[in-house]
């Protein structure tokens, strides 16, 4: 979508409220109701529907009755957005020509106050021509669902973060100056893109500084991953400028190598077509077979000493640290013990149900056991005090016999139901444990043979 400031004069105070309430909305919702814009704008007068409409008008919003009546920003509303907040910080007060286009970003001059003129960078993620985004980027990490305009956004802070660390180490890149929503500023680069360059007064000065940048990246902990001649910026003087910093990934990434690796063969093949260098890349031997001679002065990856600095870990570029690795794979181990375990869940499972009902049950035999002992003392104790009445009173032997009769009998009716309630706690203690994949029989012959088996135990 072209950029149009022309129409940024014309807008007023509400229309930028309501864009403002628009993107709030598209926090939480994909279309924003009409409603929710109403509730977030606040206007003291009202007129929420006229302002949309001129919005929609001027393309800012989109318009949206497929499921309910709602608008949601298009890529000129966020434009507007972010520029009218630099204007209001004093950043530039004018916006020029545009510079270029890429497939995720666009590029226009912008002009200070004082005539200084700047670079102003548009990230655009969504395109026809960049949209794998979720494969390529890491912007979403853990997050499953995703708005082009917040990836935007998080790709331009990415690459200030990464344009700033490396200013204070001293690397060829612009200077950053500011950033907001999708909108980047940083110094404008004299110079052109060195695919636009036919000759070089010395390009083997120029293929040792762009070499000696990889390898200084990679000592300082990042990967560039698509250093090639279109991101690399030359000037009149030869003086060499790297640009578009949000794709790399730490020295700690597992395709790290090949990434490194990646960026030196393109440079080397580059400077080898365009300005006829030659490198030798193998040899034949005597008996014709060819043999791979390493080249004097190639960068290679486990030889560079990454003891330079940290900026990985500073600004957290993609990769795996050692603490994420080794999280990683006490996850996968603990995965791998989980399968192993639910191999054997089942049998295991009515072992212990086993185990944990035999206690029970013995338990209870010991409680009852302890039960019938007491009673039989106190049977005993009461015998012997009969024995002594008997001796005392011998008319009363009758009386007595009787007497021990009826004790008998209500000690084996108290036994005897003792002895049922232990056995049917012990039943209800049994759980059936059947692992995952078992047939359940719910109202089949089993289950009702269940149910006979457990009256008949409490018979």
Not at 69 to 91: E, H, P, Q, S, W
Not at 360 to 384: A, F, G, Y
């Amino acid at each position: 979508m072209k950029l149009d400031v022309n129409v940024l004069r014309y807008l007023s105070k509400d229309d930028f409220r309501v864009l403002t309430a628009v993107e709030m909305g598209m926090r939480n919702h994909e279309i924003v109701p009409c409603e929710l814009i109403d509730r977030i704008a606040r206007l003291k007068h009202g007129g929420t529907y006229k302002v949309l409409k001129n919005l929609l008008k001027h393309k800012l919003v989109h318009h949206d009755a497929s499921k309910y009546d709602g608008f949601r920003l298009t890529y000129l509303g966020y434009d507007f957005l972010a520029i009218k907040t630099l204007v209001n910080r004093g950043v530039f007060n004018g916006v020029g020509r545009q510079l270029g286009v890429g497939k995720e970003s666009d590029i226009f001059e912008v002009i200070k106050e004082d005539g200084a003129v700047l670079a102003m960078k548009l990230h655009r993620l969504g395109r026809v021509s960049f949209r794998a985004v979720k494969a390529k980027r890491d912007y979403l990490r853990h997050r499953s669902s995703y708005n082009w305009l917040y990836l935007s956004r998080l790709a331009a802070l990415k690459e200030f973060a990464f344009m700033k660390a490396l200013e204070e180490h001293r690397f060829p890149v612009p200077q950053a100056v500011d950033c907001n929503r999708h909108c980047v500023i940083m110094s404008l680069v004299p110079g052109y893109p060195l695919v636009q360059v036919k000759e070089l007064q010395n390009p083997d000065v120029v293929f040792e500084t762009i070499l000696g940048a990889v390898t200084r990246l990679a000592e300082h902990g990042l990967i560039h991953c698509d250093f090639n001649e279109f991101n690399i910026m030359i000037d009149d003087d030869e003086k060499v400028t790297i640009i578009d910093f949000p794709q790399m990934v730490s020295v700690s990434h597992p395709n790290a190598q090949m990434y490194f690796d990646r960026d030196v063969e393109c440079i080397y093949k580059f400077f080898a077509k365009r300005y006829n260098m030659s490198f030798e890349e193998n040899e034949n031997d005597s008996d014709g077979s060819e043999v791979e001679v390493e080249e004097v002065g190639r960068p290679q990856f486990s030889e560079i000493n990454k003891n330079s600095g940290f900026l990985d870990k500073e600004l957290a570029a993609s990769g795996f640290t050692r603490r994420d690795q080794q999280e990683l794979e006490k996850l996968i181990e603990g995965e791998l013990e989980e399968h192993s375990d639910s191999d054997d869940e089942g049998t295991s499972d009515e072992d212990d149900a086993e185990d944990i009902n035999d206690t029970n049950v013995k338990q209870l035999e010991s409680l009852h056991l302890e039960k019938e002992d007491d009673n039989r003392q106190v049977v005993d104790e009461h015998d012997d005090n009969h024995q002594v009445a008997d001796k005392d009173d011998p008319e009363d032997e009758d009386e007595g016999e009787e007497a021990e009769s009826e004790d008998d009998a209500e000690l084996e009716k108290n036994l005897s139901k003792q002895r049922r309630k232990a056995i049917q706690a012990a039943h209800r203690g049994k759980r059936n444990f059947a692992s995952r994949n078992t047939y359940k029989d719910k109202g089949g012959k089993s289950s009702q043979n269940s149910k006979v088996q457990k009256q008949l135990s409490g018979w």
